[in-house]
């Protein structure tokens, strides 16, 4: 009667591959190949080592060995979902780089970094200080996000890059507007708010409806103001430029 000191090596004895993995591979690929599973708990794991660094384990696709042809790509997959459940995630922990090419078709998130299609806005939960990027943006100025506010899916606000446009005065208007489509209002956790600064001939001017020298008068258009709620006509020539964030 044959005694084996785990399943596994019952396992080996009873298909006739011997007492390695790399055999019972062999074994599988005579049929075609199989896939391994594993049950809850089990994985694949480099050497333990004691005293010293542990043991590296390298995983990859097939290389071309002669003639022209592509390498083998490793393919990562998490489990479909069915009546109404979640598909799987990939989870990695610990330091991360990538040394080649790397696709990523679903979201791509950590802790503090996530990205996607759309606007975070209403979507994307996450704490304060995470960021996003939107990998197909609208504007110059919603490429990147972060969250101001809140642990929920609200309180992004667009990062830039910021916009700048400068335009000489006519000399018979206080009014500048964008020549983009571009606004400078946005919405942080429902709240509007303006973020645009203005040069006239290099001077900060001040925001402020009633006592700044500019008031925002519409969402893409500023007014030159005297600081007492008046419009303020720069002279002909005079460079005014519109720093802002695009919406």
């Given amino acids: 009667m044959a005694i084996f000191d785990s399943n596994f090596e019952a396992i080996l004895s009873l298909i006739g591959a011997g007492s390695t993995l790399q055999a019972t591979l062999v074994a599988g690929n005579t049929t ?3 896939p ?3 049950t809850n708990g089990d994985f694949i ?3 333990d080592n004691s005293g010293a660094n542990a043991f590296d384990m390298s995983m990859r696709g097939g290389n071309v060995i002669a003639g022209v042809g592509d390498g083998g790509d490793l393919l990562l997959f998490a489990g479909t ?4 459940g979640s598909d799987g995630i990939i989870n990695i922990t610990g330091d991360t780089t990538f040394n080649n090419n790397v696709s990523i078709l679903g979201t791509l998130s ?3 970094s996530f990205s996607g299609a759309l606007s975070p806005e209403g979507v994307q939960v996450a704490p304060p200080g995470a960021t996003y990027h939107r990998t197909t943006p609208t504007s110059l100025g919603n490429a990147y996000y972060i969250k101001l506010t809140g642990v929920g899916n609200t309180g992004w606000a667009p990062m830039g890059p910021r916009v700048s446009e400068a335009f000489l005065a006519t000399g018979a208007s206080a009014t500048f507007t964008l020549t983009s489509s571009d606004s400078f209002y ?3 956790a429902g709240t509007p708010v303006i973020d645009v600064c ?4 290099g001077v900060r001017l001040t925001f402020g409806a ?3 020298d500019f008031a925002v008068t519409a969402v893409n258009a500023i007014e030159i103001r005297d600081g007492a709620g008046l419009p303020l006509v720069p002279l002909a020539g005079d460079r005014i430029t519109i720093d802002y964030l695009p919406l």
């Fill in 110 to 112: 950590t802790a503090l």
């Fill in 32 to 34: 075609g190949g199989n």
């Fill in 210 to 212: 009633a006592t700044g």
């Fill in 198 to 201: 203005v040069y006239w001939n």
């Fill in 45 to 47: 794991q480099g050497q």
């Fill in 186 to 188: 946005r919405n942080i």
């Fill in 81 to 84: 979902g069915l009546g109404g």
């Fill in 36 to 38: 391994i599973e594993f």
